[in-house]
């Protein structure tokens, strides 16, 4: 049987404080995995720079001149985790038969990639990372993100619980993902949809290990809202579900108050009159808002913009003889002089 090869593509922006580690750890697993004939030498890392402002690029450039099995894709600009990850998975699926996504930091435990390529060669399509539990978490992650997991699962979307983007995809279920082109792609959602024979693997996770998370709140919220959007019509049913109260209570208060009229017993009123008022006035900027976000995204899908635009790919390129060993340091140069070579190429 022809081995394996396997792509762990990396996502990286700001990188450069856990980068060397990274770069370290992911290598010597990988060469272990070659030696142990796991998978074959024709495997490779793929790191993803998204636009880094910081010596992610040059690092992961400077790696790659040096080691054959280190590869880099440099984006043009900042697109955000899910669509640096999917360069990596697209760029790397046509030279791989299957692709490990995993974030940078390393929060993830990589010793369990050998299980993920185990259950690859058992005929796995998909394999998912399953945190066991969230320990290391702050108690504020670990409450909001579990309690976003339940939500979406109430409202019908089919996520697996405590996974992130630590997967192994095969080339076929990648091709698969490739043919849902919307440009709001939620890929916990997409995943389980493509269907395929799936397998779990559980792990502990740890905390990053330098750096900072690149996910601040603002960003989890935002995460969220869009997972939520754009898998879910739920929201939009609610508001719907509460206009139809509101109006039902109103047709029974407008009975009750008609009757008092007729009765002679109004009174002046101006503090049912001016609640209700507000009530239905926040009630509408609400459902109007909330509709107003579906709007948004179908005007985003219709415009069908490319979700991201690679700058230089030293994944597919091979490397020029007279730039191996160079000894120049800083990224700006490297860019430029590889996108030139590419273009002669
Ligand atoms: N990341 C990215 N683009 C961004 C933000 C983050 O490629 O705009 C990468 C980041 O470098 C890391 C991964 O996405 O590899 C996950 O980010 P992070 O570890 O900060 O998130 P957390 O684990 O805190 O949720
Ligand atoms: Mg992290």
Known sequence: MEQTILTIVVPCYNEEEVLPYTISELGGLLKNLIMEGLISHKSRILFVDDGSKDRTWP?????????????????????????????????????????????????????????????????FDVVYGV??????????????????????????????YNHADYRLMSKRALDELERFDEVNLFLRGIVPMIGFRSASVYYDRRERLAGETKYPLKKMLAFAFDGITSFSVTPIRFVLFIGCTSFL?????????????????????WTSLITSIWLIGGLQLIAIG??????????????????????????????????????????????????????TN
């Open 59 to 123: 690092m992961i450039y400077k790696e790659g001149l040096r080691n054959e099995q280190i590869r880099g894709l440099k984006l043009s600009r900042n697109v955000g985790h899910q669509n640096a990850l999917l360069a990596g998975l697209f760029t790397a699926k046509d030279r791989s038969d299957c692709v490990i996504s995993i974030d940078a930091d390393l929060q993830d435990d990589i010793s369990v990639i050998r299980e993920f390529i185990e259950k690859f060669d058992e005929g």
């Open 131 to 160: 945190r066991k539990k969230r320990d290391k978490d702050s108690l504020f992650k670990r409450t909001t993100a579990e309690a976003f997991y339940k939500l979406m699962r109430k409202m019908g979307v089919d996520l697996i």
């Open 249 to 269: 209570v109103s047709l029974i208060f407008g009975s009750y108050f008609l009757t008092l009229k007729f009765m002679g017993h109004t009174k002046t009123g």
């Open 290 to 343: 909330l509709v107003g976000e579906y709007i948004g995204k179908i005007y985003k899908e219709s415009k069908r913009r490319p979700k991201f635009s690679v700058d230089i790919d030293f994944y597919n390129l091979p490397l020029p003889d007279h730039l191996k060993n160079t000894d120049r340091e800083e990224g700006e140069t490297f860019g430029r002089d590889f996108g030139t070579l590419s273009e």
